[in-house]
């Protein structure tokens, strides 16, 4: 077995979703093909997974593959190819993503799923992702693609549609879904036990339709009693998702931080008092970056002065996505997929995030039907972004960025249309040699 991961400097990730397979009795024994473009990232998660793998005690192999001429022999055999990467890291790509919007009066959160930060990362990172494609589909044509980069929407998306690449991706905000809400309303914590939930939509925006307690009890009646109390309390910092459920019936997936984005309703220049109001926490990602770096920094030299304690297996669904192709046995998991009819009020071509049943034949989206229409309208808003985005990376018209910049619900809704054109150029020509050229 030979697992391959893509961007392995992300050493964090990396260190949870290899030591979830060498949890794994099936995986543990496998080849790691670790591959990054930065040496000192490399090696600082090969040193980091050669400690888990002794305290372990499995018989894991850890290889390591450092620049794009080795990229090939990094995939070369691979079953499954797990992808973490980040083009443009955050200096000087997330940087520019925030800072030139800026300078045009659009403020952001986060940026890496959907407005102009997410168009900007997806349009840098989708010739990254073509060159992984014609790779993998030459020495290991039958490997499973884990995507677990963001924008996951316009990245699966594309790989689904325009490569050969048998694709998933994979966020884990479905497997916390129901667990967010009922902390946010300080519910009892047992209701999780045995519960039943049904999550379709797209990713970071997919509904909470059904949460019914195990006994089939439907537990929406409590929680919209609860939301208005909630909302009013100004410690409160998950209010855009429970506005969520006043407003459109159903609670989301992703984080208030990340949603305060998706949509026209909470990051207004014009109400600068929202901000306050919906603890809305602009620039919350590069604050997160900044911190990240020098927390990964200190933690680093604390583990080689104190030891790997030995991994317990995560929540994330890579290990068990592997587990179970390998050994047949079912397992369910919220992936994203393409549509195709699984919901019946959204686009053919859209990447959706629906309930997937993993096999030994691989991983099948399970038929939703429709979704609420007022879900499926707001999804649309982000569809939009999301397909003229990826035509844009395909065809390299700039017209095709700005139609995407212009139909983003938040750009939209703080700039005029010649703005938001002035800005995309500008955004372009600041990003120089991340992206390829546009007529």
């Not at 998306?157 to 300080?186: D, E, F, P």
């Not at 990447?351 to 038929?367: K, M, R, S, T, Y």
Request: proline share 4%.
């Amino acid at each position: 077995m030979k697992i391959t991961f893509m961007g392995a400097g992300s050493t964090v990730f990396a260190r949870n979703v290899i030591g979830d397979c060498m949890c794994t009795d099936e995986l543990k024994d496998s080849v790691f093909a670790l591959y990054d473009i930065d040496g000192t990232r490399l090696e600082e998660s090969r040193v980091i997974l050669e400690a888990i793998k002794n305290t372990v005690g499995c018989n894991a192999k850890i290889e390591c593959y450092l620049g794009v001429e080795n990229r090939k022999e990094a995939l070369r055999g691979a079953n499954f190819v797990v992808d973490a990467i980040q083009v443009g890291l955050y200096d000087p790509c997330t940087i520019i993503d925030f800072e030139v919007p800026k300078k045009y009066g659009l403020r952001q959160t986060i940026a890496d799923t959907l407005g102009i930060g997410g168009i900007m990362r997806a349009l840098r990172t989708i010739p990254v992702l073509k060159d992984f494609a014609d790779d993998i589909e030459e020495v290991c044509p039958d490997a499973w693609f884990l995507n677990y980069t963001n924008p996951m929407a316009m990245l699966a998306g594309y790989m689904q549609r325009y490569t050969g690449v048998k694709t998933i991706g994979l966020c884990h905000s479905v497997q916390c879904c129901a667990s967010s809400l009922i902390q946010t309303l300080g519910m009892d914590e047992s209701l999780l036990d045995g519960h039943k939930e049904l999550i379709a939509g797209i990713n970071h925006m997919a509904w909470l339709l059904e949460f019914k307690d195990k006994n089939g009890r439907d537990l929406y009646p409590e929680i919209k009693a609860r939301i208005d109390e909630k909302i009013a309390d100004p410690n409160c910092h998950n209010k855009v998702r429970l506005e969520y459920i006043k407003n459109f019936g159903y609670y989301c997936t992703e984080s208030s931080e990340h949603n305060a984005e998706y949509n026209m309703f909470y990051i207004k220049s014009k109400y600068p008092e929202l901000i306050e109001k919906y603890n809305i926490p602009l620039d919350e990602y590069p604050r997160r970056c900044v911190n990240q770096i020098a927390g990964w920094k200190k933690e680093y030299e604390e583990l080689l002065k104190s030891g790997v304690k030995s991994p317990t297996r995560s929540q994330e669904y890579a290990s068990y996505i592997m587990q179970s192709i390998v050994t047949g046995n079912p397992f369910k998991i919220g992936g994203n997929v393409l549509n195709n009819g699984l919901i019946t009020n959204l686009p053919k071509e859209a990447c959706v995030e629906v309930p997937c049943l993993v096999d030994a034949q691989g991983i099948h989206g399970c038929h939703v039907g429709a979704l609420p229409v007022q879900c499926a309208a707001m999804n649309m808003t982000n569809i939009n972004v999301q397909l003229l985005t990826i035509e844009a990376a395909v065809t390299l018209k700039r017209e095709h960025i700005y139609q995407a910049a212009m139909l983003d619900p938040h750009t939209a809704s703080e700039l005029d249309i010649d703005t938001i054109k002035k800005m995309v150029d500008d955004l372009i020509e600041s990003h120089g040699d991340y992206l390829p050229k546009y007529h």
